[in-house]
């Protein structure tokens, strides 16, 4: 009987002890989820507020080096920040809804993100090149 009790005690210190870490990775995740979508392409509104501010100072940057680099820094900057709202997103997505916390291969993580948001972009560039997707023509004389 007392044996029983003990390991009784024992599993409830070992999940009182773990959920500390469990909530917090599952704050970090949900803030990582969240960092993520706002970067990505998935949210429709982000790009004026987020993704070309950062890409506009990634090619200011860049223009810094030399003057002529100021739109492909520009262009850079914009497929970086998406790439890297894509990749927040999955580690975030990762940390909130995994059950176990599991030995993560980073190496592998970020190919795997990084080889889908390359697919993901290179699909949507060859819908606007299909004229399936249609793009607004802002700087026509029109």
Request: hydrophobic fraction near 45%; charged fraction near 15%; charge should be neutral.
């Amino acid at each position: 009987m007392i044996g029983t009790e003990k390991k009784g005690q024992e599993s409830l210190l070992q999940a009182t002890d773990s959920l500390p870490t469990t909530l917090l990775q599952k704050l970090r995740g949900g803030f990582f989820l969240v960092i993520g979508y706002l970067l990505s392409p998935l949210c429709w509104w982000n790009d004026l507020i987020f993704n070309l501010p950062i890409a506009y100072f990634f090619g200011y940057i860049c223009s810094l080096f030399a003057s002529k680099l100021l739109m492909p820094g520009v262009i850079v900057g914009y497929w970086l920040s998406n790439i890297i709202g894509i990749l927040l997103m999955q580690a975030g997505a990762i940390d909130v809804f995994q059950k176990q916390s599991q030995e993560h291969d980073l190496k592998k993580e970020l190919l795997t993100g990084l080889i889908s948001s390359t697919a993901y972009t290179f699909f949507i560039l060859i819908l606007i090149q299909c004229k399936i997707l249609e793009t607004p023509n802002f700087f026509s004389g029109s």
